[in-house]
Each structure stands twice: as structure tokens, then as C-alpha cells.
């Protein structure tokens, strides 16, 4: 009797999607905080120059001055806030479809001689 057992199983496919699940929700969390980061920048910057007062021609050379401060205007953090969204979807993109399925084919064929 003669036994054969062809069989492929992807289990390298099954880490592979365990894997990109995991860099998915590293960089969902890392988008979520970059978000945060520049939309509370952006918040204090305007409300600095709120404070600050004087004319709109003034606070505009303000926030091309990168003199002081950390050189930054508001449309830089408005630009990494959304960079932040943008990781956020691929970041999500990654958990929805780094989950992958599992396929396993096998031949399982016996002969009597």
C-alpha cells in the first residue's frame, strides 16, 4: 500500500497577515497622535497670536518669521495633522486587509498494491 500526501499550506501568509495587522495598528496609533499633535499646535498658535493682537499684516509676518519659536506656521501643523489622518487610513487599511485568510489545499491519495 502506498501512501501519498501532497499538501501546501500558507502559513507563511498567515504570519504574514498577523504581521500587517500589527504594523496596521502601530500606525493607526502613530496617525491618531500625530492628529493630535497638530491640530493642539495649530490651536496654540492661534491663540497666540489672538493674544498677541495687532494687525492681520503684522501676524502674518509673524508666522512667516522663522526666527524664535519652533519656526513652525500654522499650515505646517495643519499639514501634519493631516499627514496624521492620511496613516491613519492606511493604517486601517492595513488591519481590514492584513488580516488575510488562511487557504490550506490537500491531496490525500491511497493505493492498495
Avoid: C, P, Y
Amino acid at each position: 500500500m502506498s501512501s501519498t500526501n501532497s499538501g501546501s499550506t500558507t502559513g507563511n501568509s498567515a504570519g504574514e497577515g498577523a504581521g500587517n495587522a500589527i504594523k496596521g495598528i502601530f500606525n493607526t496609533a502613530h496617525g491618531a497622535g500625530e492628529t493630535i499633535r497638530g491640530n493642539i499646535n495649530s490651536f496654540l498658535d492661534q491663540g497666540g497670536e489672538a493674544l498677541a493682537g495687532g494687525s492681520s499684516d503684522e501676524q502674518a509676518a509673524r508666522q512667516s518669521s522663522t526666527t524664535g519659536g519652533s519656526g513652525q506656521t500654522t499650515q505646517d501643523h495643519d499639514s501634519v495633522a493631516q499627514n496624521g489622518l492620511q496613516e491613519i487610513k492606511n493604517g486601517l487599511n492595513q488591519l481590514g486587509g492584513g488580516s488575510g485568510s488562511t487557504t490550506s489545499s490537500s491531496t490525500n491519495n491511497t493505493t492498495a498494491s
